[in-house]
């Protein structure tokens, strides 16, 4: 947090003692020294106010719901979490750190992501949520690592996903790979889409905190987490994903001046009948420059997906509100 510097004119008393006795301008030095205790008193409460403004407003949200609301907000100047201590089951939201280890990992081989791999139709799932199927049927194929990488980042297939696992990286070292490049690295990566489906309970296993993921897609846009050209294809890819547009995208329609990119995450039903998981983190960029992250994560959800995707949308509302009406605070 930045430290404010606070200016006090103090009155010259020495050019007026012969009109006022000490007495009185000992009165009017203790009348200022208490100005100044009330202006760094103010100064220094102010930003927590705020932040305890919009933590307290996440949580008059997130304590209704019948399932548990991780939430991280993260901009320059200041951090607010909601139940960050929770691990929350990734679900989708894994395949942005797959892709940057695919990325990563096709670098240290000096390979390019156009590089094609041949597919045979048994290494895909018919019965699995891929819309590439439709495009590619259940046929031998070649493709490229950039387009697998589009259809599991934009699409969420799954088939493009068991592929990379496959042909690329495997999910603990992209667990691996991820960990050493990440700020904060509170998340587990060791089962592939297709072994989730076999086992759903599996998807526990698959978890992160919201602050890490919040950090982990800030960190795509505003530093590098590889060191390669394939980040500005990601990051398009990210900005063009149009999974769970009704989640924290729900604000874009009334905002449209907004840069925004995002992953989504959804998961399966638990044997109480719960969704397991309803996610997404993204990054918003206002037109002033300023920028901030978001994460957002349900788990064990007793309501309905609709019903998941208010609650975050509802949550990004609050804090976009919050955040971009305040441009005069260090803070919010």
């Given amino acids: 947090m930045k430290n404010k510097v606070i200016y006090v004119l103090l009155p010259d008393f020495a ?33 927590t106010e705020k932040s305890m403004s919009l933590k307290e407003q996440l949580y008059a949200i997130v304590d209704t719901v019948p399932g548990t609301v991780g939430i ?4 320059d100047v200041d951090t607010v979490t909601v139940n960050n201590s929770v691990h929350y089951p990734m679900m989708s939201v894994f395949k942005l750190h797959q892709a940057l280890a695919v990325a990563a990992k096709m670098n240290t081989r000096g390979s390019s992501i156009d590089s094609l791999i041949h597919v045979s139709k048994d290494e895909l799932d ?10 590619y049927g259940e046929s031998d194929f070649d493709i490229s690592i950039r387009d697998l990488i589009k259809y599991s980042l934009t699409v969420s297939d799954n088939n493009a996903s068991n592929l990379l696992f496959k042909h690329i990286v495997s999910p603990s070292t992209t667990d691996a790979l991820i960990r050493s490049a990440s700020d904060v690295p509170t998340f587990s990566i060791l089962y592939s889409e297709d072994e989730m489906k076999k086992n759903h309970s599996l998807a526990y296993l698959n978890y992160s905190t919201p602050l ?13 987490v590889t060191t390669n050209s394939a980040i ?33 995450g959804s998961g399966y039903r638990n044997d109480t009948n719960e969704l397991i998981a309803h996610n997404d983190v993204g990054y918003f960029r206002l037109p002033d420059g300023r920028v901030y992250a978001l994460a957002v994560f349900i788990r064990d959800f007793s309501g309905t997906e609709a019903e998941a995707s ?12 919050c955040f971009a009406n305040q441009p005069e605070l260090d803070g919010i």
């Avoid at 007495?23 to 103010?42: D, E, K, P, Q, S």
Wanted: glycine share 4%; net charge neutral; aromatic share 10%.
């Fill in 15 to 47: 050019a007026h003692e012969k009109v006022y006795p000490m007495g009185f301008r000992c009165l009017n030095w203790l009348i200022y020294l208490g100005a100044i205790y009330v202006l760094l008193l103010t100064s220094c409460t102010a930003k």
């Fill in 126 to 135: 018919s019965e699995t949520w891929s819309p590439m199927l439709k495009m």
């Fill in 232 to 264: 500005d294809s990601i990051r398009k890819d990210l900005a063009t994903v149009t999974t769970g547009l009704d989640r924290l995208g729900a604000i874009i329609p009334e905002h449209p001046e907004l840069f925004f990119a995002h992953k989504t």
């Fill in 72 to 75: 991280a907000f993260i901009s």
């Fill in 310 to 321: 208010e609650i975050i949308a509802r949550i990004s509302r609050e804090v976009y509100e």
């Fill in 212 to 224: 890490s993921a919040a950090a982990l897609i800030r960190q795509v846009f505003d530093s590098t």
